[in-house]
């Protein structure tokens, strides 16, 4: 099979804006109240945020890797704006995953959904889970929206290195 990476990169682009949407979804499904489709965004949003994972280690083990090539004078913010996003990208895995644990900790303790507030066990691990996706859902759409702007900014300004 021919695999290429420019069509595995759009993919996982797609993939993250995506994830992004999801989580904006959760968020506004849990303001609304609805667990349950808070529950269901959330989930979507974190299997859409790991084919995205995987679809970027494919790249990267396919050698494919864009450098900037644009206006020298914008280097600099260009540089500064993919280091933050690699760094939140990688902080974004157990900002992610521990909140997830937190989530499942906690409905496995309630037994359903509703029954959150009335087991102590279970309110206690979502007391948890709010605590961690105060830091999640910031530092996910930055994730997210500067992975789409570095794309957009390589799509108009990079060139492909061959390593
Ligand atoms: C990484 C994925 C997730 C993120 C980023 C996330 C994010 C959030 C946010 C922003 C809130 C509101 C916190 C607040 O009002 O201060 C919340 C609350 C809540 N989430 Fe999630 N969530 C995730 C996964 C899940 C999953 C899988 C479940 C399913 C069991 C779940 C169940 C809940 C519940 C029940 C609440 C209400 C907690 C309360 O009553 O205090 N979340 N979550």
């Known amino acids: 099979m021919n695999l290429d990476p420019a069509v595995i990169n759009q993919a996982a682009v797609f993939t993250i804006v995506l994830s992004g949407l999801a989580l904006l979804a959760g968020v506004f499904f849990i303001r609304q109240g609805n667990r349950e489709a808070h529950m269901r965004a959330m989930l979507s949003a974190s299997a859409l945020a790991t084919i995205f994972l995987v679809l970027y280690l494919t790249r990267l ?38 909140p997830l644990a937190y989530a499942y900790k906690g409905l496995r303790a309630a037994g359903s959904l509703s029954a959150v507030d009335t087991v102590p066990a ?6 948890k889970h709010r605590a961690w996706v105060r830091w999640t859902v910031p530092v996910w759409l930055y994730v997210a929206v500067t992975g789409w702007i570095i794309y957009l900014i390589l799509g108009h300004y990079g060139t492909v290195m061959h390593g």
């Open 61 to 98: 083990a396919l050698g494919y890797e864009k450098s900037y090539a644009g206006p020298a004078e914008w280097r600099g913010a260009y540089l500064a704006l993919l280091l933050s996003h690699i760094v939140l990208a990688a902080a974004n895995l157990p900002l992610a995953v521990i």
């Open 122 to 127: 279970a309110r206690a691990a979502f007391d």
